[in-house]
């Protein structure tokens, strides 16, 4: 006898019993649990087998839409197939879909935005939505090296073959979130020979760096004796051989980035390249410099304040300009090449890469370990900044020989 939609609500497990069947006829029943759940089966028969169908749970699943699911099931049984292998077909597709590599890339890269700047999670998203458009759709099962040579190969059709490395370091990554996600067991990216597969890159013009103790000590000597330019512009381009910073970030330095008792630097996130705070620490002779800086310009909020308007910082390239007027051209030194000529001279003296590269604020490791680096160097440090600063007053006052290696 068929079921009623008032008796399948009434419905209850016997005490004592661990479920009874309800049936409603055509092979359809309700499983009724001492849980209090009520679950709708289809009972076929197919290859000469009986079979079993769940069709959901009431009351999400109600009674006609119960009859009706059993309805459809039956009709394919008619046309000689198997509504269970049905089912498991239709989710093999779904979950295809669900795992194409578009999909996954974005959630790599949610999970990683919050450690990037927010200028480089956007280049990255539309890199994954731009050039990485053509194997966006294919499941990440079915992507290959085949396929990401195509890609490679269209950016350096494009005009951008330096960006074909980045790219597949993105592609590499992504594959790595998926492997360790489960949603794939290869990652075509690994291995993939870029040098094979690309015509050869010009060499990479370097910022212009002097790296001998004799030409640097006359470079500081020059810096730090010159009467041109204006006093902050000089004044900050006696700092940045001494910070391992970007003139960007010397020319922003505020006063309440520094602790004169600590002896430290602190600069926020938001005005690093990387986006991470960074941390300075300050040599003696710095702290005496800065001291006899905030005499002149402690009325701003800025180190170097714009001579036009004090609530600005140090306009752009005024450091490199008095470089030109001190006699060094764009082929000999940049502002920007002290942070060059510190990490060739310390690497080369013996110090820890990793202690160097903590100070220059460049990206290693993982974000974890990024953000323990941020202390675990800090007292190695102190002491490179220290002998650094040492050095450079040493190969100024004429030293030709001066070991600055590792304690």
Known sequence: MALTAMEVKRLTCP????????????GLYLLVKASGSKLWRLRYRYAGKHQELALGQYPTIPLLEARNLAAQARALLVQGINPTAERRSRKRETVAVERTFKIIALAWWEQQESSWSSDHAKKVKRWI?????????????????????????SIEKGGHPRKAPVILSVINRIFGYALAHRFTRNNPAQGLPLSDILKPMPKVEHR???????DLGQLIRDIDNSDLGSYCTAEALKLIPRLFLRPGEIRNLRWDYIDFDQKILVIPAEDMKRGREHLVPLADQVIEHLQAVQE???YSSYVFPNERDSGKPLSKNVMTNLLRKLGYSADVMSAHGFRATASTILHEQGWKPEVI????????????????????YLSERTTMMQIWADYLEAVRDGADVVSIGAK
Do not use: F, P
């Open 15 to 26: 005490e004592g019993q661990k479920q009874i069947k309800k049936s409603d006829g055509n």
């Open 208 to 214: 212009a760096e002097i790296t001998r103790s004799k």
């Open 296 to 298: 002149i310009t402690g």
């Open 357 to 376: 590269e903590a100070q220059l604020a460049h990206l290693t490791g993982t974000a974890t370990s990024r953000a323990y680096n941020r202390s675990i």
């Open 129 to 153: 939505e731009q050039e990485l458009k053509s194997i966006g759709k294919l499941s990440v099962d079915a992507v290959d090296q085949g396929h990401i040579t195509e890609v490679m190969l």
